[in-house]
């Protein structure tokens, strides 16, 4: 079965820095385009930033632009997002799935992490 698992959501003070992870299991991904999505309370779920199979390509919101570097173990079978520079409007339930970074349709989503940024 084809799973992606998020973690490394947290709390964390505006101007920190977090590192999420999408881990695979039951398929490996470096033959895939991995997404991150994330959602905040009363709002559409956004595509963040995306990075691709065949030339380690990468695609970022222009929210996140300079802050957001996305990045692949694939030794790991794992997609890293490491976020700079929180601000309170980061805050959201961040998701992995698998993408096509062109038009950001995505499917095998995980169930998401939490990251809160506050003081």
């Known amino acids: 079965q084809l799973q992606l698992v998020e973690s490394g959501g947290d709390l964390v003070q505006p101007g920190g820095s977090l590192r999420l992870s999408c881990a695979a299991s039951?398929?490996?991904?470096?033959?895939?385009?991995i997404g991150w999505f994330r959602q905040a309370p009363g709002k559409e779920r956004e595509g963040v930033s995306c990075?691709?199979?065949?030339?380690?390509?990468?695609y970022y919101a222009d929210s996140v632009k300079g802050r957001f570097t996305i990045s692949r173990d694939n030794a790991k079978n794992t997609v890293y997002l490491q976020m700079s520079s929180l601000k309170p409007e980061d805050t959201a339930v961040y998701y992995c799935a698998v993408t096509d970074c062109s038009s950001w349709y995505a499917y095998n989503w995980g169930q998401g992490t939490q990251v809160t940024v506050s003081s």
């Open positions: 990075i691709s199979s065949t030339d380690g390509s990468t």
């Open positions: 039951g398929f490996t991904l470096d033959y895939y385009n």
